[in-house]
């Protein structure tokens, strides 16, 4: 797959894992295509936690079941049961969790470029998680970013230290096949939008 095509055939993976393991030099070539991402000030802000205990996987589903119930809570009517048909997540199924930190100490105390917009750090941890959904496709593999969970939560879980901000449970493993249309699209809970809709041209004009 060239670039674009990889662009085009990444998707969010829920249902898809099939918890085949995977080989070491495999995870490695994603890993360093994470840690091979832009940061502001060369900071490379990022740690990755891989997590494959059975108990600690069963541990964050929990924690994200009762969450997704609480999201569930504040929907009604057809959201509400459109809802009801989308899975949020394959944590068990996926068989690896890496969970991805902002660590804002990390290349400071002065890091360039960040001293008006601190979030600038948090960006940098974006594009590495980017860069592994991409290197992943590539390899064939799939993707699950779960988003359903208290921070404090997964930073006391996997152990990060107060300042060291959990931004991403990814699932990643093996899958049996890649759908070409997204999950929500899929289960109708929301339609891509074109380009156009986010376009424009010399200021900004309201829809
Ligand atoms: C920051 C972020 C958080 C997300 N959290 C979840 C989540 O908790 N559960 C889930 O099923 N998908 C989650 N997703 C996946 C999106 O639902 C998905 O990217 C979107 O529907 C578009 O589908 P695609 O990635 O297959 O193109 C998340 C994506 C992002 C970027």
């Given at each position: 797959m060239n670039l674009y095509e990889t662009i085009g055939a990444r998707r969010d993976t829920r249902r898809e894992f099939t918890g085949e393991p995977l080989p070491d030099d495999v995870l490695t070539r994603v890993l360093e295509a994470a840690h091979a991402a832009p940061s502001v000030g060369l900071s490379q802000p990022w740690d990755f936690v891989l997590v494959r205990s059975?108990?600690?996987?069963?541990?964050?589903?929990?924690?994200?079941?009762l969450e997704r119930d609480t999201f569930a809570a504040s929907l009604s009517g057809e959201r509400a049961r459109t809802f009801d048909r989308i899975k949020v997540e394959g944590i068990r199924e996926s068989g690896l969790g890496v969970v991805v930190g902002y660590d804002p100490s990390r290349g400071g105390p002065a890091v360039l470029g960040r001293h008006a917009i601190a979030d600038a750090g948090l960006y940098s941890v974006c594009l590495a998680i980017q860069n592994l959904w991409l290197a992943a496709t590539a390899e064939g593999l799939g993707v699950g970013w779960v988003s359903f969970y208290r921070e404090e939560f997964l930073r006391d879980l996997v152990g990060f230290p107060a300042h060291v901000r959990p931004v991403a449970w990814?699932?990643?493993?093996a899958i049996a096949e890649r759908p070409e249309v997204p999950d929500l699209e899929r289960a109708g809970w929301r339609r891509r939008t074109p380009l156009s809709t986010a376009l424009h041209a010399e200021r900004y004009s309201p829809r």
């Open positions: 059975p108990g600690t996987l069963a541990a964050f589903r929990e924690h994200v079941v990814l699932c990643l493993g």
